[in-house]
């Protein structure tokens, strides 16, 4: 009976207590949907000079079922998307050579990659920034850190 009673205490306890997260947690049906990309394999373009980061976002897209290329300047950004001919580049705005700004509107200025989605990923997140890559032919603007949720909604979001 005692035995019973502190299993009954336990079940209580751990059902009252309130879990936490810094970030809501995903369900496995919501991940797999957003998992799934809007055709067959998409090509993503990352351009940023962050090592990690860029290391991070082609380990992690690529396990959602992107075909990503990554480019660590503006010049090598400009250079594999017109030979990749992605259906997305993710660009960051700080740049060593020169700023995102140029890829966007070298991008949209050539034939090969104008139907591309350009979106800044970047921790410039004032509104002129903003207004200045949707000037420069950005299609969306997400400040750094990005929610993850959000990325993969961005990326299945045809212009």
């Known amino acids: 009976m005692a035995r019973r009673a502190r299993e009954e205490g336990r079940r209580r306890s751990r059902a ?5 997260h810094l970030v809501e947690p995903i369900h496995l049906e919501v991940l797999r949907n957003l998992m799934n990309p809007v055709s067959d394999v998409q090509r993503v373009l990352v351009v940023e000079d962050d ?3 860029a290391e991070s976002l082609r380990t992690w897209l690529g ?3 992107y075909h990503v290329v990554v480019a660590h300047t ?3 950004g400009i250079e594999e998307a017109r030979k990749l001919e992605p259906h997305i580049v993710l660009c960051d705005i700080g740049l060593p050579d020169s700023d995102g700004y140029v890829v966007g509107s070298v991008l949209r200025q050539g034939g090969c990659n104008a139907g591309a989605r350009l979106i800044a990923v970047t921790g410039h997140g004032e509104p002129r920034h903003r207004q200045r890559a949707l000037a420069a032919g950005f299609d969306q603007h997400l400040v750094k850190p990005v929610d993850p949720k959000v990325l993969l909604l961005e990326l299945q979001t045809r212009h």
């Open 51 to 53: 090592r990690d980061t």
């Open 74 to 76: 503006s010049q090598q």
């Open 16 to 20: 009252g207590r309130r879990q936490e």
């Open 63 to 65: 396990l959602c079922g």
